[in-house]
């Protein structure tokens, strides 16, 4: 492992380092890991990197400056807007826990990005996703399942492509040829090398998806609806996030509840934002300190200054922080009440009964981000777990 150490060509924020951070990951392969600190000097931070591979000094320095520029170009910060503030609730525990959850083989991992959960995180897996399909039916959501597949075509309908592109995991088969899948199981036989896949697979029509709501907008694309849809599924969620994977936090394979709405656009505003008090009651029933806030999705760098600004300015997306006690005051993004006004109803073609396009919106839950930031605040020791949840789980 080697180390790079610069000064930033740009003054960062403290706001936006973690943002940046996360992004710089994605600069080169074999980043392991990113550290800002002050310098005295100037008010432009000291950038330390490891590294392992094939790369010269001045060409990864290179690398991770220009995405540096990239990203402060143009880059507007909007004031946040608090909507709930529980960040008052002093957490049980303090302490970094991930550790003691595999130790105690709650948690399982294959490798960074994929984790079995087990014993109690199992359990409380099914809490809160049954609290958020409790959630869902007193908003009158009906329950649809949705395959993990989906259409690239469906992608790049809602221009996840251009946003995330970082974030893709392809899904894709073998060519449909006996010959060429013969020679190749008899290569494997031979020398268990998967890479040759490359000669034999087919173009790739299929990635596993990033998210749930995307799902619904492909079956009511073209439809015009004779009343608004609301509806809730649940399913694997994938997203690649380079050395930014660690704990519960960032899975490359997660699971994620969403309760989607589709009608006309100041509605299902309306019922998103409807959707946080419910979900405020919960936090409060289990004393976790968290809050609400206007927030950004981590597009990709070149599109990241405009986008953010529109998302924080326009208020379309806000989420709810659960305290991660052992990182500070810092916490995990949970929950988050999206609302993307007509953006997805115009490219699905879908229209309202007054034949204006659709709006949407959803509400979504990082479940394997519940359960970590709960034993983050309430420790193992299920003596000290909240009555609500000990009658409930
Ligand atoms: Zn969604």
Redesign the pocket.
């Known amino acids: 492992m080697a180390t790079l150490e610069f000064v930033s060509p740009k003054k960062i924020k403290p706001t936006l380092r973690k943002t940046l951070e996360d992004k710089l990951y994605y600069a080169h392969k074999g980043l392991k890991n990113i550290e800002f600190t002050d310098s005295e000097a100037n008010r432009k931070p000291l950038i330390k990197v490891e590294y392992e591979g094939e790369i010269s000094e001045v060409d990864l320095q290179e690398k991770i400056v220009e995405l540096i520029k990239k990203f402060a170009r143009g880059f507007m910060e909007v004031e946040k807007e608090i909507l709930y503030d529980r960040r008052d609730q002093i957490p049980f525990n303090q302490k970094e826990i991930y550790p003691a959850l595999i130790k105690k083989g709650w948690i399982h991992e294959y490798e960074t990005g994929r984790v079995a959960l087990d014993g109690p995180s199992m359990r409380l897996y099914n809490f809160f996703d049954g609290q958020f399909l409790k959630i869902a039916a007193a908003m009158e959501a009906k329950p649809i399942r949705f395959p993990v597949l989906i259409g690239v075509d469906t992608l790049k309908t809602a221009d996840y492509f251009a946003s995330f592109p970082h974030h893709i995991t392809l899904a894709t088969h073998l060519v449909e040829d006996a010959n060429k899948i013969q020679a190749s199981a008899e290569k494997f036989a031979q020398d268990q090398d998967p890479g040759h896949f490359s000669e034999i697979e087919e173009a790739t029509e299929h990635v596993c998806s990033p998210?749930?709501?995307f799902h619904l907008y492909q079956l009511l694309s073209g439809k015009k609806l004779d009343q608004l849809i609301r509806r809730t599924a649940i399913s694997n969620c994938f997203r690649y996030e380079s050395g930014n994977m660690n704990t519960l936090e960032r899975l490359w394979d997660f699971n994620m509840r969403?309760i989607?709405f589709v009608g006309e656009s100041d509605k299902v505003d309306q019922l998103r934002r409807d959707a946080m008090v419910p979900v405020m009651e919960l936090v409060d029933k289990l004393k976790l300190k968290s809050h609400i806030e206007t927030a950004s999705d981590p597009f990709f760098v070149n599109n990241y200054a405009g986008q953010t600004f529109y998302q924080l300015s326009h208020r379309t997306k806000y989420e709810l922080l659960l305290n991660i006690p052992s990182r500070g005051e810092e916490g995990t993004a949970a929950a988050s009440f999206?609302w993307h006004q007509n953006f997805f109803g115009s490219k699905f073609k879908i229209t309202t009964s007054q034949n204006q396009e659709a709006g949407t919106a959803?509400t979504?839950f990082g479940i394997e981000r519940w359960v970590y930031a709960f034993l983050s605040q309430y420790g193992l020791e299920k003596a000290n777990w909240p009555q609500y949840l000990t009658d409930n789980w």
């Open positions: 998210a749930v709501c969403e989607i999206n959803c979504a």
